[in-house]
């Protein structure tokens, strides 16, 4: 019923700024959705989510120098990542249908229903 397509990733330097984004097909309005990223040989973590009703949660490794938002007119979700930092190369990928309340907590990967195939940020020095 849902599909999620990734885009924005790629290489910057230390301090540089990116922006993902996420194009969704099907009804995602009332679905909890969020960011997870992905570095080779670590478990998948969560960076920011958003619930129905605007509220947004942060891995505290990201808090003030990440955003997430959504564009419910487009079916869209972002992430403007600023500030950034080599740490924050990994995959990143958008999720979507989380659990109850997860503009609150973020939960993990196991508790969101739908995936996208992940786009790479690498953040060099």
């Known amino acids: 019923q849902v599909q999620l397509v990734e885009s924005g990733g790629g290489s910057v330097q230390a301090g540089g700024s990116l922006r993902l984004s996420c194009a969704a097909s099907?009804?995602?309005?009332?679905?909890?959705m969020a960011w997870f990223r992905q570095a080779p040989g670590k478990e998948r973590e969560g960076v920011a989510a958003?619930?129905?009703?605007?509220?947004?949660v942060y891995a505290d490794s990201v808090k003030g120098r990440f955003t997430i938002s959504k564009d419910n007119a487009k079916n869209s979700l972002h992430l403007q990542m600023n500030s950034l930092k080599p740490e924050d190369t990994a995959m990143y990928y958008c999720?979507?249908?989380?659990?109850?309340?997860?503009?609150?907590?973020?939960?993990?990967?196991?508790?969101?229903?739908?995936w996208g195939q992940g786009t790479q940020v690498t953040v060099s020095s």
């Open positions: 999720a979507a249908d989380g659990p109850f309340m997860c503009g609150y907590r973020l939960g993990p990967p196991h508790e969101y229903k739908y």
């Open positions: 099907g009804y995602t309005r009332s679905y909890c």
């Open positions: 958003i619930d129905s009703d605007g509220s947004t």
